[in-house]
């Protein structure tokens, strides 16, 4: 089983190492291979510098540039063509999702539980328009999709999970 892990990032250079770190020591205590897929879009900070180390130290890490901001969307797009895992994950480069939360969600894909599993944050670390805008969003697309997903953007299960058609929101 190989498992892919797909994050976006944009001038994060103070917090890719730590992340590089955390991560590796979670999945390196599983037993699947794994492959980590940074992709920069458009960093005008050290992200780059520190990527490019990272990878030299660490095999199981790579990464690419987008050369120029494309957004999100377009970043995770990018991640998921150079993905060759069975079951792809995605983590934020902000540090607001936690490593150490990726195996549960990765076992419930592998459970057959579900096709996806969707975390959601808690405790939110962003200003109040963002938390805002985040929140019509999901209202808008759990109404064109039926579905009741609290939080696409993140990979931290909660308390509780409730399943809809194809995925657990966890």
């Not at 994060?12 to 999945?27: G, R, S």
């Not at 780059?48 to 890490?61: A, D, K, M, P, R």
């Not at 069975?86 to 902000?94: N, P, R, S």
């Amino acid at each position: 089983m190989k498992v892919s892990i797909v994050i976006p990032i944009k001038d994060e250079a103070e917090n890719i190492e730590a992340l590089a770190n955390e991560l590796t020591k979670v999945m390196d205590s599983q037993t699947w291979l794994w492959k980590c897929f940074w992709v920069d879009d458009g960093s005008t900070d050290q992200t780059l510098t520190i990527l490019q180390t990272i990878c030299v130290e660490g095999s199981n890490h790579s990464y690419f540039s987008l050369g120029k901001t494309f957004g999100q969307s377009a970043s995770l797009l990018a991640g998921f063509k150079e993905a060759n895992g069975h079951i792809i994950a995605t983590l934020d480069g902000d540090g607001q999702n936690d490593p150490a939360d990726l195996p549960t969600l990765i076992n419930i894909v592998l459970s057959g539980q579900a096709d996806m599993a969707i975390g959601y944050r808690t405790i939110r670390q962003d200003n109040i328009i963002r938390k805002l805008s985040s929140r019509i969003g999901n209202l808008f697309r759990n109404m064109i999709t039926g579905a009741n997903i609290t939080d696409v953007g993140c990979a931290r299960p909660g308390s509780l999970c409730q399943t809809i058609p194809g995925s657990v929101d966890c």
